[in-house]
């Protein structure tokens, strides 16, 4: 309720790394209306007036946006093609996950391996520790300086 008209899924299965064609905000949901239900496979391509003429901040929790999450264990698709070319992820360094309780992001294989207190305090260090990359985030694009930016 409340929403603009478009379509909306749930991308857990088919999209959940977001590796889609992205156009401009007002047309990506209007563009899903026209795919099937393998999500991005069969997105239609951004017209070329409109590929680039934007940029995608994605932040994501690894460097790699893998097509289709159920070809996570694929490695050959996590690799960058030409739909991130207008996109900028921004994603943690592994140093710095390798840092987090248990040397990873909280998911939920925490429920199988850790108690309740104990996936409790792995969260919050690690949204602490997520607070202290936003914060930098935001004091490097007071300075924009992109020497620190690497391709995928």
């Given amino acids: ?3 603009p008209r478009g379509a909306y899924w749930d991308g857990g299965i088919t999209d959940y790394h977001l590796h889609l064609a992205y156009r401009t905000p007002d047309s990506i949901a209007g ?3 026209h795919q099937r239900a393998g ?3 069969h997105a239609e391509k951004a017209a070329p007036e409109q590929a680039g003429a934007s940029l995608v901040l994605y932040p994501h929790f690894q460097r790699a946006v893998v097509p289709g999450w159920l070809d996570k264990g694929l490695r050959w698709r996590h690799r960058a093609t030409s739909r991130l070319d207008a996109m900028l992820v921004l994603a ?3 140093a710095w996950v390798a840092t987090l309780p248990g040397g990873k992001l909280p998911d939920r294989s925490d429920f199988q391996r850790l108690t309740h207190a104990e996936r409790v305090r792995a969260w919050t260090s690690a949204v602490g520790a997520a607070r202290q990359l936003a914060d930098e985030f935001g004091r ?3 300075d924009c300086d992109p020497s620190g930016l690497q391709a995928l």
Avoid: F, M, S, V
């Fill in 92 to 94: 943690p360094n592994p």
């Fill in 39 to 41: 999500g991005q496979k």
């Fill in 1 to 3: 309720p409340g929403a």
């Fill in 31 to 33: 563009g899903a209306r």
């Fill in 140 to 142: 490097w694009l007071e």
